[in-house]
């Protein structure tokens, strides 16, 4: 990325930024604006009904146990597009973690009372942009295109393939794997990344924070080891 000036890779050789990666400057908030549109941070008491709720260890156990069940998908849509596999957990988790109740329901989901819809928050937007529905659908399509949002598999598959397809927006090689320890550049694509999918300005720094989470971390990249036979 540019130093301090759009996110977009504008160069074979960009410079390293510096200060925080979900640190943006006014010229890279008036780009994105621009760009993708964004909405500003989420309010004090959202912020802090947010931390709230991700004080409950309850509801942590019951998010970790969807993503366990989502890893697999996570892992092959991942190294299928070459994103980063925590990028998707991170943000994964944290939209799990905060949905409203019932809008898995499918006559809720069809009611056309939540815009996003999934594990991932994703609307029929993204299926538009991904070629995967019409810019006027007919209600049969928009109907279908709902099923799949509300299919947690497909939805994974659509979320990686946000990313991947704003990595590109951004100049990215679409095999660059973006790391946020490797390098500030990437530390910054990722945070552009995560605030491109959810459009508050505070929301790059909780998908970072949940990205470095031991348990999250553990959860992507362990492996289950069949028990070992005969007498311990």
């Known amino acids: 990325m540019a130093e301090r000036s759009t996110p977009a890779a504008a160069s074979d050789q960009p410079r390293e930024p510096y200060g925080q990666p979900t640190d943006f400057s006014a010229e890279e908030l008036a780009f994105l604006q621009r760009r993708f549109g ?7 008491l959202a912020q802090l009904f947010t ?13 970790l146990q969807r993503l366990q069940e989502l890893k697999p998908v996570i892992l092959l849509e991942a190294h299928r597009q070459h994103v980063n596999p925590m990028l998707i957990a991170g943000i994964l988790y944290d939209e799990i973690q905060h949905s409203k109740p019932g809008e898995d329901l499918p006559f809720v989901a069809h009611s056309g009372l939540f815009s996003t819809l999934g594990p991932a928050q994703l609307g029929l937007s993204e299926l538009m942009h991904q070629g995967r529905l019409p810019r006027n659908p007919t209600d049969a399509q928009i109907s279908k295109a709902r099923e799949t949002l509300l299919n947690p598999a497909s939805n994974v598959q659509l979320l990686v393939g946000k990313m991947a397809r704003l990595k590109a ?18 530390a910054k694509a990722i945070a552009t ?23 999250l971390h ?3 990249y ?7 036979s005969g007498l311990i």
């Open 38 to 44: 964004v909405h500003g941070p989420q309010t004090p």
């Open 51 to 63: 931390r709230g709720m991700d004080q409950l260890e309850p509801l942590r156990l019951n998010t």
């Open 169 to 186: 927006e951004l100049g990215f090689a679409e095999e660059r794997m973006l790391m946020a320890s490797r390098s500030a550049i990437d």
């Open 193 to 215: 990344l995560a605030y491109l999918h959810n459009g508050k300005l505070d929301y790059p720094a909780r998908i970072l924070r949940y990205m470095q989470d031991p348990a």
């Open 218 to 220: 553990g959860l992507i």
């Open 222 to 228: 362990s492996t289950q080891r069949a028990p070992e």
